[in-house]
């Protein structure tokens, strides 16, 4: 089976209502009980907000260290979830079960390298 790449999509901004939250964080955390049942749970976690982050850019041989996103954006990545499927229409599947829990935009992905 192929691995995929589910991505999170979140606003920059502050956190959405806490009683929203938790029901969003149940529904998500029933996905990820369906995938473990069905053998294609990988890796899931969430990340930390955008300002965490420490940018590497290769310049003349050297490497310049900036703190902040890498691109400034009305959306980041909030999280990522690693599942096999045996295709892009069950990782499709999976996909459109995480936007509909979370609200939030999801990109699906396929890892190079796999028959």
């Known amino acids: 089976m ?3 790449l589910i991505s999170m999509y979140q606003p920059v901004g502050g956190r959405p209502d806490p009683e929203f939250l938790a029901g969003v964080m149940r529904e998500v955390q ?3 009980d369906e ?3 069905a053998g294609s749970w990988v890796f899931g976690q969430g ?3 955008p300002d965490t982050a420490t940018v590497l850019r290769p310049k003349d041989g ?3 260290v900036t703190d902040g996103p890498y691109a400034e954006g009305k959306e980041h990545l909030g999280g990522v979830t690693i599942i096999t499927a045996p295709d892009l229409d069950a990782a499709l599947e999976w996909g459109r ?3 509909l829990a979370t609200t939030l ?3 699906v992905r396929p890892f190079q390298g796999e028959a």
């Open 97 to 99: 079960r995480y936007a």
């Open 62 to 64: 050297d490497v310049l």
């Open 2 to 4: 192929k691995q995929y």
């Open 35 to 37: 995938l473990r049942a």
């Open 30 to 32: 029933a996905i990820g």
């Open 105 to 107: 935009p999801i990109e």
């Open 47 to 49: 990340l930390h907000a």
